[in-house]
């Protein structure tokens, strides 16, 4: 059906911009290091930008969460850009001013950014409390556009493809929402396989400042436990109907019963029928695994799958999430962080179900103590199993070890997991709120970096000294009949010593944050790759034969004939 | 006023107040409520045999034979009382919450008898070991439970007792591991104990050595064979083991036994599936979904009753 795929010189681009990157971060770097680590580069840019939740002695529900990140390359220069969401003025619920500001980064290229947020239009002074992005080409004219959760008003940014965005929101009909929905994080994917991006969005409870419950103890106030004031509402799909039209079709995809207190979002075809499937983690109510059932509709089978509780049945404060292959076996598997005292949850796809792993993973011993928010899978050190980074901070300033640091977990074999944050850095190690992070290749030296915020602090920008030898790939796929983006392209590498590897193609990370969307591949010391697969969102195979490794590959999706 | 709360319990009670037996039950409730307990204890005794009363005149005269009989100190006679009530009232939240202060106090009298009669005891310093368990200082009690051993290194369940405890600790590189040798120093001296057999076989579990796990968890069923979580954790393990048709029986057991535990009906549910039992799965699932939603639905209502929670006025 389809024709047999040639790599012709302009689909095969090997990343120039690479070797300029390893030069920049270079001197950085510790010859002497075991693993590689991190460097907060933020500093070297004159950034106005902090996290800024508003924090006071009064205290509001909405508060904890502050922080989303993208990382997208806005312009199409090569280079990953940055866009960070902010709060607002309580109980205005207003962008009062510059603090509030959204932020949009321009990678230059030279270890700096440029906040080009006023020439984008993305200041956002006309929205209110931003919470997550979703970052993706919603129209497929080959420009990443943005879309914005809010405690309010959602917004829709359209990309113009000159440096510019356009707030389109009333036009395009995904705006529509309940009256006080909390929407915290969101997620582009083609539900319905037709090559246009649909959008899911997770809300979290009914809430406005007016409504807004104060808890205290002596006098002294602190956020308010969930369970006892607020209810879970319904998660939203908006179907792509093209011509920057969109659908609200929570009711009659079957979203509208599978109600929750939204966190993370993570897309996946969890069941390898050829269609996307939602993982959503809810706070202190059972997660959601909506199955596609092809038809345009959804069921939560979260509980007989089994990744709605954990292994006692109880559901716990799931936070951010991220689904991937962790074990390399062909089968997309799901990670929620939660709160100090809880376990996080690994579950592991056994292709009819999902097997609580957090144990045999070791997390029952390593995440007790600490509180996370935004997650994901980053192969930190190309040796081709994805290691899980987490970005910690309590809930509230109460508790004496409420500031916490970074975690990173490294994957042994695919089978457990061993905690190796003492030498991330001193970057890595900074105590503090954290709340979003995303993961991307911001220097293109093959090495995976991350972008973290913090409450009432400005970002890091954590580049990986890419120093240990090991060897790599990134994909940058091209949908034609697909959406552009491909998000939902599987992609498995078998190398030239025939290790297997899987990865798919999916931005939506953590909490409130979404990723580069380049595939990544760590190869360890393999320089070899004997073939690669890619499945088409809309069918399509490709296979691609005898390739070298370090480089940036662009793979176009074949046309069906 | 006496005569108003003795009028109301006979209406109450259902009885006439002119039969003799209401009567006398009456006069018992009344005078214990007057605290005339040495009087009262015969007519409420009295009460509880006579089978012409009702079974909620029974209920008043037990509850007011359970605080005389505490006050008068006479320990079987409110174990009796206790007993009647369990009996009737099995799930009535008034009997249970007299339950846990009944027992309560008695733990407390008891053990300020032990600690005055035989103060050297090494049943003083387990005694000493248990409350700080009680208090959830963990640390303490192993510490406790470390000085009993040495005084009485073959004392059979304090090893187990200190593996439950390192178990309950936030987990460490090395707890598992130090949890598992006194499980296993436990069965060196008690090698009846199920429960050391079922820690094992947990503790392999977890750490994914599935044989092992299964080998325990045998041992567990073949000491006690009504083990709901042994059975549980023998199927669960076969199930992981990729052994579907074997991990079917114990799971049946571990669901008859524990028929609220969710986790076993997914772990059954799923067994089904496996082997095409679509219906028994359905059947399993739902049952999964209702007792994981009554668990959470209670620890909702828990934190909402008794979170402490102080609101703010708006």
Redesign the interface.
């Known amino acids: 059906m389809y024709p047999e795929p040639k790599l012709s010189s302009s689909r095969l681009l090997v990343a120039a911009a690479g070797v300029a990157g390893v030069l920049w971060f270079g001197a950085l770097a510790s010859p002497q290091a075991k693993r590689p680590h991190f460097t907060d580069i933020a500093p070297r840019s004159k950034l106005s930008y902090i996290s800024n939740n508003d924090l006071s002695p009064r205290k509001y529900f909405i508060q904890p969460m502050c922080g989303g990140i993208a990382i997208l390359d806005f312009d199409n220069d090569g280079k990953m850009d940055i866009f960070f969401t902010n709060g607002a003025k309580l109980p205005e619920l207003k962008k009062t001013g510059p603090s509030f500001y959204n932020c949009l980064l321009h990678n230059r290229g030279d270890g700096t950014f440029e906040d080009v947020t006023k020439k984008a239009g993305l200041l956002g002074e006309e929205l209110d409390y931003n919470l997550g992005v979703a970052a993706g080409d919603y129209d497929n004219d080959g420009y990443t556009d943005l879309f914005i959760c809010s405690a309010g008003r959602n917004a829709l940014y359209h990309n113009n493809g000159n440096g510019t965005f356009t707030d389109v929101t009333r036009q395009s009909g995904i705006g529509g929402k309940p009256a006080g929905t909390m929407s915290v994080g969101a997620a582009w994917f083609d539900y319905d396989n037709d090559g246009l991006l649909d959008l899911v969005v997770s809300n979290y409870t009914l809430w406005t400042p007016g409504t807004d419950?104060?808890?205290?103890?002596a006098g002294v106030?602190y956020y308010?436990?969930p369970?006892?004031f607020y209810e879970p509402v319904p998660h939203r799909l908006y179907h792509n109907l093209g011509h920057g039209k969109f659908e609200d079709v929570t009711e009659k995809s079957g979203f509208s019963r599978a109600p929750g207190k939204g966190m993370g979002i993570s897309i996946a075809d969890f069941k390898d029928d050829g269609w996307q499937d939602v993982f959503i983690a809810n706070d202190t109510?059972?997660n959601s695994l909506l199955i596609n059932k092809g038809d345009g509709t959804f069921e939560d089978q979260g509980?007989?799958l089994?990744v709605?509780?954990d292994?006692?049945?109880?559901?716990v404060s799931s936070m951010g999430s991220d689904a991937k292959d962790y074990d390399n076996d062909g089968r997309v598997d799901i990670f929620y962080n939660n709160l100090m005292g809880q376990i996080w949850g690994l579950f592991q796809n056994l292709g009819?179900?999902f097997?609580y792993v957090s144990?045999?993973a070791k997390f029952?011993?390593l995440s007790?103590?600490y509180s996370g928010w935004s997650n994901g899978f980053i192969d930190y050190d190309n040796d081709g199993w994805k290691d899980l980074y987490s970005a910690n901070g309590d809930v509230d300033n109460i508790k004496p070890n409420a500031r916490q640091h970074d975690t990173m977990f490294e994957n042994l074999g695919g089978?457990t997991f061993q905690d190796v944050s003492a030498e991330m850095g001193r970057d890595f190690l900074h105590v503090g709120y954290q709340r979003g992070s995303a993961i991307g290749d911001l220097n293109n030296d093959g090495f995976e970096d991350l972008v973290v915020t913090s409450l009432m602090e400005p970002p890091r920008i954590l580049i990986n000294s890419a120093d240990n030898g090991n060897h790599w790939l990134v994909l940058e796929l091209v949908g034609r009949y697909s959406n552009r983006d491909a998000i939902g392209a599987k992609v498995k590498l078998t190398t030239g010593t025939g290790r297997v590897l899987y990865n798919h193609v999916s931005v939506s990370v953590g909490f409130m944050s979404s990723s580069d969307k380049r595939v990544h591949f760590g190869l360890g010391s393999e320089r070899q790759i004997r073939s690669i697969e890619i499945r088409w969102p809309r069918g399509a195979v490709q296979q691609l034969t005898s390739l070298t490794a370090d480089r940036f590959l662009k793979v176009e999706e074949p046309l069906p004939q | 006023m006496h005569r108003t709360a003795a009028f109301v319990f006979l209406v109450c009670a259902g009885l006439r107040a002119d039969a003799p037996q209401a009567a006398a039950v009456a006069r018992g409730v009344e005078l214990a409520l007057q605290g005339h307990c040495a009087e009262a204890m015969p007519l409420l005794d009295q009460a509880m045999r006579d089978a012409g009363n009702s079974v909620d005149a029974k209920r008043k005269a037990a509850f007011a034979g359970v605080r005389c009989s505490m006050t008068l100190n006479k320990q079987s006679d409110a174990m009796s009382f206790i007993a009647w009530l369990q009996e009737a009232y099995p799930k009535d939240p008034e009997v249970l919450f007299l339950a846990v202060h009944v027992f309560s106090d008695l733990s407390l009298r008891n053990s300020q008898e032990l600690l005055d009669t035989a103060p050297d005891s090494p049943l003083v310093i387990q005694l000493n070991a248990e409350n700080f368990e009680k208090q959830g200082d963990l640390a303490k009690a192993i510490a406790e439970y470390r000085i009993l051993l040495q005084r009485q290194p073959d004392k059979p369940g304090i090893h187990f007792r200190i593996g439950g405890l390192i178990m309950d600790q936030?987990?460490?590189?090395t707890?598992?591991e130090e949890a598992r040798k006194e499980f296993e120093q436990e069965l060196k001296l008690n090698p009846q104990n199920a429960a050391a057999e079922y820690y094992l076989g947990e503790l392999a579990?977890?750490?994914?050595k599935l044989p092992e796990a299964i080998k325990h968890f045998s041992s567990a069923i073949a000491l006690y064979p009504e083990f709901a979580e042994a059975h549980a954790g023998l199927g669960r393990s076969l199930l992981?083991s990729g052994k579907t048709a074997d991990s079917v029986t114990p799971l049946e057991t571990a669901a008859k036994l524990a028929p609220e535990?969710?986790?076993v009906h997914?772990a059954l549910?799923?067994a089904y599936?496996?082997l095409g039992r679509k219906q028994d799965a359905a059947r399993e699932?739902a049952l999964?979904?209702r007792?994981?939603e009554k668990?959470?639905r209670n620890?909702?209502t828990l934190?909402?009753n008794v979170?402490?929670?102080?609101?703010?006025?708006?």
């Open positions: 419950k104060r808890c205290a103890a106030e308010c436990d369970r006892l109510e059972a509980l007989s089994g709605a509780y292994d006692s049945a109880k559901a009819d179900s097997r144990p045999q029952n011993q007790g103590a089978k | 936030p987990a460490t590189a707890s598992s579990r977890h750490g994914d992981d535990n969710p986790a997914f549910a799923t599936q496996r699932f999964q979904k007792t994981a668990i959470n620890t909702k934190h909402k979170s402490g929670a102080e609101t703010v006025k708006q």
